[in-house]
């Protein structure tokens, strides 16, 4: 959200913040733990979208101010490349990565201050990582201009970020229906995998309304792969074009050249990840 008067970016949506002040809602939440002990396990940090969830918090040992600066850390990460440092093709793998810290920061894309800051951020141990006043205080938020001055000639919003979120935008919506094709060919591998370990082990399943279903599924295959790779391939060629045009252009230097047609790579790996269920190994 960006308010009009002072034209500052502010975060909202807190439907899971915690109070670190332990006061009233802390309470109500003991009530509950205490109301369902002996039936199910209260998960009291495991708390937050998967993707910028502290480790500390994935293993549910604890989430305070550190958890909160890991999270703003991967923020920081995503705003600059188009996607979190963390990805996975479900919960399990994307915490399997951030557990153990494993990310790349894409140098070509991302400045070196800012490198610096979210290196320091995105800290396993949650006592190493850079405390919110050295933040404030890091080269990279630091400006030695008067403040009213940078305010005024700092822009909102760069006119060639604008063009590049408008490309985002269209290969989002252009490409949106393969989500849901590329998850029928996820469901189909997974029903050929099952019926497969039941020939090797000699197990001839019942049949069901169920089965039947999954049987007629599976002849859809080859359509579906048909249609999924003309789609990867539309993509492919669609990158292929921007990327020509970005070489061609005469109003870019050699440096931001580099820098836009990286930034354009990553955008393909974010968009083959969200919509063709293609995972790509750090």
């Given at each position: 959200?960006?308010?009009?008067?002072?034209k500052?970016?502010k975060i909202i949506?807190?439907?899971?913040?915690?109070?670190m002040?332990?006061t009233?809602f802390?309470k109500k939440?003991?009530?509950e733990?205490?109301?369902?002990?002996?039936?199910?396990?209260?998960?009291?940090?495991?708390?937050g979208?998967?993707?910028?969830?502290?480790p500390e918090c994935?293993?549910?040992?604890?989430?305070?101010?550190?958890?909160?600066?890991?999270?703003?850390?991967?923020?920081?990460?995503?705003?600059?490349t188009?996607f979190?440092?963390f990805l996975?093709?479900?919960d399990?793998?994307?915490?399997?990565?951030?557990?153990?810290?494993?990310?790349?920061l894409?140098?070509?894309?991302?400045?070196?201050?800012?490198?610096?800051?979210?290196s320091k951020m995105i800290?396993?141990?949650?006592?190493?990582?850079?405390?919110?006043?050295?933040i404030?205080s890091?080269?990279?938020l630091?400006n030695?201009s008067?403040?009213?001055?940078?305010?005024?000639?700092y822009p909102?919003?760069?006119?060639g970020?604008?063009?590049?979120?408008?490309i985002v935008?269209?290969?989002?919506?252009?490409?949106?229906p393969?989500?849901?094709?590329?998850s029928?060919?996820e469901?189909?591998?997974?029903?050929e995998?099952?019926?497969e370990?039941?020939?090797?082990?000699?197990?001839?399943?019942?049949?069901?309304?169920?089965?039947?279903?999954d049987?007629?599924?599976?002849?859809?295959?080859p359509q579906l792969?048909?249609?999924?790779?003309?789609?990867?391939?539309?993509?492919?060629?669609?990158?292929?074009?921007h990327?020509?045009t970005?070489?061609?252009?005469?109003?870019?230097?050699?440096?931001k050249r580099?820098?836009?047609?990286n930034?354009?790579?990553?955008?393909?790996?974010?968009?083959?990840?969200?919509?063709?269920?293609?995972?790509?190994?750090?």
């Amino acid at each position: 959200m960006v308010t009009k008067d002072e034209k500052r970016v502010k975060i909202i949506d807190f439907g899971s913040c915690k109070d670190m002040e332990g006061t009233e809602f802390e309470k109500k939440f003991d009530e509950e733990r205490a109301k369902y002990k002996s039936r199910k396990p209260v998960y009291k940090n495991f708390v937050g979208t998967p993707n910028y969830m502290a480790p500390e918090c994935v293993r549910n040992k604890s989430s305070d101010y550190n958890s909160d600066i890991w999270s703003l850390g991967c923020v920081l990460f995503h705003l600059f490349t188009g996607f979190p440092p963390f990805l996975g093709k479900s919960d399990y793998l994307i915490f399997q990565n951030s557990t153990i810290c494993k990310y790349i920061l894409p140098e070509d894309i991302i400045s070196q201050e800012a490198i610096d800051l979210i290196s320091k951020m995105i800290v396993l141990d949650p006592q190493n990582r850079i405390k919110i006043e050295n933040i404030y205080s890091h080269p990279f938020l630091k400006n030695e201009s008067n403040d009213e001055e940078f305010k005024e000639s700092y822009p909102i919003f760069d006119l060639g970020e604008y063009a590049y979120s408008m490309i985002v935008k269209k290969l989002k919506n252009k490409n949106k229906p393969f989500k849901e094709l590329s998850s029928k060919l996820e469901k189909i591998n997974r029903i050929e995998q099952i019926d497969e370990d039941c020939k090797r082990n000699g197990i001839n399943p019942e049949k069901t309304e169920e089965n039947e279903k999954d049987e007629q599924l599976k002849m859809e295959k080859p359509q579906l792969m048909e249609e999924y790779n003309k789609g990867l391939e539309c993509l492919k060629s669609d990158i292929v074009v921007h990327l020509t045009t970005i070489r061609n252009s005469n109003f870019l230097d050699d440096n931001k050249r580099d820098k836009l047609i990286n930034k354009f790579l990553f955008m393909e790996r974010q968009l083959c990840h969200d919509f063709f269920n293609i995972t790509f190994e750090w």
